[in-house]
């Protein structure tokens, strides 16, 4: 038996047109609401640390962690924080086309030139305060990319001008992307939508990030169904669950 559930396709269309930013969109709506609940959750979460930089992924593809990310990252910037959200899926981008931002260059070139060229890599959006360094040219090796000592320095250089650095990495299971970047950051957000993933691949993913001493804040229930949240914040995103929480 596998971690997945075979009849689920993975979404394309995130790819080609980008995701939904409804924080954006629909500000004073119910499920931007719980974006900004979440947010509060998160920074709630590290009253002793303060966050500089943050992971968010997934236990298999296509479960909504671009999704949130984003939204997330918005609901930040609308605070007033500076906020640099990073397309750290080099093997499936979506960042650019949810911004549309140009994508020629990236995290990719800043990885593999001799210097970091932030002027050429990341990119302003509409929202003020909220800045993206988009994937640029998807690499053969994103996880040896990854995985090197200019990583590490180019965190320490993107949390120096930004007071929020948000990674949009890939599936903790699908590759070793997530752990190594989990490894790196601040903190880790695990999302597991109702009725997709399922409770053997969340709880494997759990444990691969615990190998890498990852730090994990909490994780976000989604694509929840209104009758089972039974409150006014029913709905697609059913909530965000504290490190402590998420054990139980």
């Known amino acids: 038996m596998g971690l997945f559930r075979k009849e689920k396709k993975l979404d394309q269309d995130s790819m080609k047109e980008g995701v939904g930013l409804i924080t954006l969109t629909s500000p004073t709506s119910v499920i931007a609401e719980q974006f900004r609940t979440i947010r509060t959750n998160i920074q709630f979460s590290s009253i002793d640390q303060k966050l500089r930089s943050i992971v968010f992924t997934s236990s298999g593809p296509s479960q909504g962690k671009s999704t949130i990310s984003a939204n997330v990252a918005v609901t930040w910037a609308d605070q007033g924080v500076n906020v640099l959200l990073v397309d750290a899926d080099m093997r499936r981008p979506t960042i650019h086309q949810t911004f549309q931002v140009p994508n020629k260059k990236g995290l990719t070139s800043l990885l593999t030139e001799d210097e970091f060229d932030f002027n050429t890599t990341i990119q302003k959006t509409p929202v003020e305060h909220l800045f993206v360094l988009p994937c640029g040219v998807v690499p053969p ?7 090197t000592k200019k990583m590490d320095k180019l965190i320490v250089e993107l949390t120096k001008h930004f007071d929020l650095v948000i990674f949009d990495a890939p599936p903790v ?22 009725g997709i993933a399922d409770k053997r691949s969340v709880i494997k993913s759990k444990e691969l990030l615990d190998v890498v001493h990852a730090r994990i804040l909490g994780t976000i229930m989604n694509r929840v169904k209104p009758e089972n949240t039974g409150g006014y914040y029913g709905g697609y995103y059913g909530g965000y669950y504290g490190a402590e929480e998420s054990k139980k």
């Open 141 to 147: 090796n994103p996880s040896e990319l990854l995985n």
């Open 173 to 194: 299971i699908s590759v070793t992307d997530a752990q190594i970047l989990a490894s790196k950051v601040d903190g880790t957000i695990l999302v597991a939508p109702q």
